[in-house]
């Protein structure tokens, strides 16, 4: 991610912080006042992936969202959530999942009945409301982000929540990719895009890089160094593409931190792009790649 810093209003609007929790967490930082450890967590903390909340772990999270009657989206063969009044929905079968997981080598040990196959990854046949809607990695997917996220609204609860743990750009293979700007998104969904664009497959085939989250922790204060194009993972890119003649090919059409989805999500939420009151956003945490964001009915 690099050195980033923010002025304490910006930080304290876009990222969730518990002071207490901050200054327990750190040993260096235990006598600092409330306004100096604000302050230190957006000059310094925010970049540093210092702790700053509790539910800024995925594990915390997902106990936190514990209880609520929930459509997971996205589960795979390892769903989050497992108890009883959780339904599930996938772009596969469970027994298609089942065949995936064992010709990858996964376990299917933990793998849940899915209740709502949806071939195109869309909610229209989820005929029911939730009070809590969670996906884990499944924001970035979406090719039409706005869309998506009123389609999740419509079936919320009057009072429900849209929960999400998604991964940090910068920390994971997307290192090397820039970070998504509101006008991609507008662009989406001006264009009512169902699949993604031959630059995504592009990005996502040819353009990433390793997948170590420590080691891009590591990297983020040293100097970038330029890596040349390789034109045959951008050919095999481009014949894969061509060759789907339409068909949906699963790749990242976005690359968020924490701050810069936060101030997206914000602001569609201010515009009334997207129906949802307010957005939570945690910050990131050193050695992960991914953070966790809920939007509020």
């Not at 106990?63 to 929905?89: D, M, Q, S, W």
């Not at 095999?236 to 061509?242: F, G, N, Q, W």
Request: overall charge negative; some cysteine; hydrophobic content about 35%.
């Amino acid at each position: 991610m690099g050195k980033i810093s923010f002025d304490t209003d910006t930080i304290e609007d876009l990222i969730e912080m518990d002071i207490g929790h901050y200054r327990n967490a750190h040993q260096d930082l235990r006598y600092h006042s409330d306004a100096a450890l604000r302050e230190h967590y957006a000059l310094h903390g925010y970049s540093e992936g210092r702790l700053s909340h509790p539910l800024a772990l995925r594990e915390n999270f997902v106990t936190y969202l514990r209880g609520h009657k929930t459509l997971e989206i996205g589960p795979f063969v390892n769903p989050a959530l497992t108890h009883e009044r959780v339904k599930y929905l996938d772009v596969l079968s469970t027994d298609e999942l089942r065949e995936r997981a064992e010709e990858i080598g996964l376990s299917v040990r933990n793998l849940r009945n899915i209740d709502f196959v949806a071939k195109d990854g869309g909610l229209g046949l989820v005929d029911e409301k939730f009070e809590l809607i969670f996906s884990s990695h499944n924001l970035e997917h979406q090719p039409d982000l706005i869309h998506h996220l009123n389609e999740v609204s419509s079936k919320l609860t009057e009072s429900g929540r849209f929960a999400m743990l998604v991964p940090s750009a910068k920390h994971c293979f997307d290192a090397d990719l820039p970070l998504t700007k509101i006008s991609e998104i507008f662009n989406a969904h001006q264009e009512r895009r169902r699949l993604h664009t031959i630059g995504s497959v592009i990005e996502h085939r040819a353009l990433t890089t390793h997948n170590d989250s420590g080691v891009h922790w590591k990297a983020a204060s040293q100097s970038a160094v330029y890596k040349r194009l390789e034109p045959n993972r951008i050919q095999a890119a481009v014949t894969e593409y061509h060759a789907s003649a339409g068909a949906y090919i699963d790749v990242h059409s976005w690359q968020f931190e924490p701050h810069t989805l936060a101030d997206i999500l914000r602001t569609l939420i201010h515009l009334e792009f997207i129906k949802f009151s307010s957005v939570k956003c945690w910050g990131p945490v050193y050695g992960r790649n991914e953070f966790a964001v809920e939007l509020l009915r």
